[in-house]
């Protein structure tokens, strides 16, 4: 059984920093696109940053380009989404998912993922 499991979210002051991090389970990663998903208040949700678990191909939406960095530890079955210069915008329910893909699949124009986490809270407030 594929499982997901999102951290690291928090109340953070804009212009600050967090890390979040999506432990799966029950899967082997290079088989899987990952995808960081979020869903701010009032609005749909959106992909904004996907890696693959094969060969490190990245995807970034533009609100995010420059400021997020997605990684893997594929020993550790670990994605993580580091994420920089975080502004009020940034504000929502972070997701990660994933996808078995033989190739790279965009979150960004392709956001139909199959598996899901939970979702952990990212709040940028002064």
């Known amino acids: 059984q594929l499982n997901f499991v999102e951290s690291g979210g928090g109340l953070v002051q804009p212009g600050g920093s967090l890390r979040l991090s999506c432990t799966t389970s029950?899967?082997?990663?290079?088989?899987?696109?990952i995808g960081w998903f979020r869903q701010g208040p009032g609005k749909m949700r959106e992909g904004i940053s996907c890696i693959s678990g094969s060969d490190g191909t990245t995807n970034y939406a533009d609100s995010v380009k420059g400021r997020f960095n997605v990684s893997k530890d594929n020993a550790w079955k670990t994605v993580y989404l580091q994420m920089d210069n975080l502004k009020p915008e940034d504000t929502g329910t972070y997701y990660c998912?994933?996808?078995?893909?033989?190739?790279?699949?965009?979150?960004?124009?392709?956001?139909?993922?199959?598996?899901w986490g939970r979702g952990t809270q990212v709040t940028v407030s002064s």
């Open positions: 998912a994933a996808v078995r893909t033989q190739f790279f699949r965009s979150c960004v124009t392709q956001p139909e993922f199959d598996y």
């Open positions: 029950g899967l082997v990663l290079d088989y899987y696109v």
